[in-house]
């Protein structure tokens, strides 16, 4: 299991205290941990990675800083990106977003299942994270699209009492 640590408004410091407390708690249970978009914030932390979006430090910069054992991901929305992260020193690919999501204040378009089924033929082996609007409803069309894993947020967070619940159900959808 992998967990990545989002955060858009908390300060820099705020965040590295934050990731410091649940890498701590991850450790206790056998979880990796990557952070989103902060290189510094991964490397102060010694988290397991990072993942990069498209206007973040380049890949290649970034497995420099953190090292060849590293887990490092790229986001992208269109099969032209993909494309290009086929080039980078990255261990995953996350497209999407492949349905609605109100996670993000910024939405690319919909890329939706076909363009998943593309982006998958593209990638080869690589593997291919989806994101976006991912529920345990709608998972088994994620994965027989090609997905590899799933990416979601607002599936597992959205009740706070069913967490719990939530990740139970992911967990069960997702292939061997």
Known sequence: ML????EKYATP??????AKAA???AREHGVRVIINDRVDIALAVKADGIHLGQTDVPAEAARCL???????GVSTHNIAQAIVATTM????????PIFKTAT???LDPIAGLEALRAVRATLGKLPLVAIGGITPANSDQVFAAGADAVATISALLADPARIAENMRRMLVKAPE
Do not use: M
């Open 13 to 18: 410091l705020e965040f590295y205290g934050d």
């Open 104 to 106: 993000k204040e910024d």
């Open 89 to 96: 020193p990255v261990d995953y690919v996350a497209f999407g």
């Open 23 to 25: 890498l701590c708690i």
């Open 3 to 6: 967990i990545q640590l989002r």
């Open 66 to 72: 953190l090292g060849e054992s590293a887990i490092l």
